[in-house]
């Protein structure tokens, strides 16, 4: 997810950091430097120019929108029938238990409607953030965790129904206060839908769910590409200078093609892998994505789809 909240953790969830502060203290500066500008770039895409004006395209937002109903009620359908010792079960996510990678959506969602609703609210929000750094996230979910099964379930969807119903309220080219730069809602939406699909990569591996890939998988291998240089960034690294090309082969077999066609360093291989690389659900070692160029070959090592500090991943083979 885009924001402090994954300043706390490593790989969208679970694992903490060590050294919280120490990344907290650089956190908001990388992520002005990075983020804005490829928050730009995924605002262009999602809009036209009329009247030489921005006017963003309602249609695309709202197509986002869609991929998180759809991608949450998958998620639901996972979790929804569990007896509650196997809400119980560990998931990859050290410390994290099939119960707290709900919760923790369900926090991250009601917060995401402060965001968009109460603005006031929110920013006391920020501040109890900041003054709980090394926990803020894990409270949150380790709150949910504790409630019965069948209450957590149904915060949840009420929580994401009105998250749903306040984003397509706003006009698209609306900037909603988060834990840094502010987000569009388009970037807010897509935020949510790759947060929400990494969580349920973690319950389905936990409960040997083999989850088929949907074109759901565009929106989050856009935010992979677009984050490039923020895992330099966050590793204290120096970013590439040129762009990269990125092509990937969708669920239906279809090319989804990002950057300009003649670079030099480029990205190849299944969709689906791509988002799981970027996402850090699995290791590059167990993955088809394939890499022509030294510095596209670095960024395989240490591409996350997320901001916080950088990522640790998953143990080769950990999912074989």
Same mark, same amino acid.
């Given at each position: ?16 950091t ?91 969602? *009601?917060? @995401?409607? &402060?965001? +968009? ?5 929110? /920013?006391? #929000?920020? !501040? %109890?953030?900041? =003054?709980? $750094? ?8 380790e709150?949910?965790a504790?409630l *019965?099964? @069948?209450? &957590?379930? +149904? ?5 994401? /129904?009105? #998250?749903? !119903? %306040?984003?397509? =309220?706003? $006009? ?31 319950? %389905?591996?936990t ?70 690389l ?29 901001a ?13």
């Amino acid at each position: 997810m885009v924001g402090l909240a994954r300043a706390f953790q490593l790989g969208v969830g679970g694992a903490r950091t060590k050294n919280h502060a120490s990344v907290l203290d650089c956190f908001f500066e990388r992520c002005q430097a990075v983020l804005r500008p490829a928050r730009a770039t995924d605002d262009a895409s999602l809009s036209h120019r009329e009247g030489g004006q921005a006017v963003a395209d309602s249609a695309a937002v709202f197509e986002v929108l869609d991929d998180l109903i759809d991608e949450s009620a998958e998620l639901d359908g996972l979790v929804r029938a569990l007896p509650p010792e196997r809400w119980a079960e560990q998931t990859p996510a050290p410390g994290w238990t099939v119960a707290h990678q709900i919760a923790h959506l369900l926090w991250t969602d *009601e917060v @995401a409607l &402060l965001s +968009a609703t109460d603005a006031e609210r929110f /920013a006391k #929000l920020t !501040e %109890a953030a900041l =003054a709980n $750094p090394d926990s803020y996230v894990d409270e949150g979910a380790e709150e949910g965790a504790r409630l *019965e099964t @069948a209450e &957590l379930l +149904a915060r949840w969807r009420a929580a994401r /129904a009105a #998250l749903q !119903e %306040a984003l397509r =309220a706003l $006009p698209p080219g609306t900037r909603l206060p988060w834990y840094g730069p502010p987000m569009s809602v388009a970037s807010m939406a897509t935020a949510r839908l790759m947060e929400t699909w990494a969580h349920g990569q973690d319950v %389905a591996d936990t409960l040997a769910v083999t989850r088929q890939p949907s074109r759901r998988l565009r929106q989050i291998a856009r935010i992979g590409f677009r984050t490039r240089d923020y895992a330099y960034l966050v590793r204290g690294l120096t970013p590439p200078a040129e762009q990269f090309r990125l092509e990937l082969t969708a669920p239906d077999g279809a090319l989804w093609t990002f950057g300009p066609e003649d670079a030099a360093q480029r990205v190849t291989g299944p969709a689906q892998d791509f988002c799981l690389l970027v996402t850090q659900r699995r290791n590059r070692a167990d993955l088809a994505v394939r890499a022509e160029g030294a510095d596209a070959d670095r960024w395989l090592d240490i591409a996350q789809a997320f901001a916080g500090p950088a990522g640790a991943g998953r143990e080769p083979g950990a999912h074989a």
